[in-house]
């Protein structure tokens, strides 16, 4: 079975700098989809970024960028100049199709101002 | 667009009762999942509609239930409660066109069992 881990449960950091959160997967499927959602507190998910695996190049998305490194089964998020905003609990999720998402336990992010 | 809805918001419910949750999709959307959060567990899949069809379920047991009508909307309900089902209960829709549409959550409906 596919399995999604997320080693940080909790990370901070100052507001205006970067972090990383890390993602790592277990599948042997060589198709899928990778995904961050952004959980804030007592506020619905939305997501934050998409990456194809079958894609050489990490996705993008204004201040937040992923690190894919397939061979390793790696996927984490970069959030660049951190806001008040960002802080929320982030969740690495994958998938190879039938709208069923697999997701890690998830890393609340604190932004200290 | 409006996104995805979910009503109720918040419910109380005591053990043996059973619940019926409503999702409502973005327009268009023919996919409708449901997922599961507690502390414990995290996210875990409920399962999946499409066209009014189950085309995946996890693994929760039978007395978990879903549909969906031919607007899309999706109901999912829980028969017999138990302290356990307390939970953040999301559901979230796509197009899918293809097998891995991203999904757009709802609020979720917050259940809990007395």
């Known amino acids: 079975a596919q399995t999604v881990t997320q080693s940080q449960p909790e990370m901070s950091v100052q507001e205006a700098e970067t972090v990383t959160l890390s993602c790592t997967y277990d599948?042997?499927?060589?198709?899928?989809?990778l995904f961050w959602y952004k959980q804030p507190p007592s506020r619905q998910m939305i997501l934050v970024i998409r990456q194809e695996a079958y894609k050489q190049q990490n996705a993008t998305e204004n201040r937040f960028s992923v690190n894919f490194q397939k061979a390793a089964k790696s996927f984490s998020l970069k959030i660049s100049d951190s806001q008040l905003g960002d802080a929320a609990m982030y969740f690495c999720a994958y998938t190879m199709g039938a709208q069923k998402l697999v997701f890690g336990q998830g890393t609340r992010l604190t932004i200290n101002p | 667009k409006a996104g995805v809805t979910q009503t109720p918001r918040y419910l109380i419910k005591t053990r043996g009762q059973q619940v019926t949750l409503s999702c409502s999709p973005i327009s268009g959307h023919r996919s409708v999942s449901w997922y599961q959060q507690t502390p414990g567990q995290g996210l875990q899949f409920l399962f999946e509609?499409?066209?009014?069809?189950?085309?995946n379920k996890g693994n929760f047991p039978g007395r978990f239930s879903g549909r969906q009508f031919s607007n899309s909307r999706s109901e999912m309900n829980v028969s017999t409660l138990e302290l356990g089902d307390s939970a953040l209960y999301l559901c979230?829709?796509?197009?899918?066109?293809?097998?891995?549409?991203?999904?757009?959550f709802g609020p979720g409906t917050r259940l809990t069992v007395l």
């Open positions: 599948t042997s499927e060589s198709d899928y989809y």
């Open positions: 979230a829709s796509s197009f899918a066109d293809s097998s891995t549409d991203t999904q757009y």
């Open positions: 509609y499409f066209s009014e069809t189950q085309r």
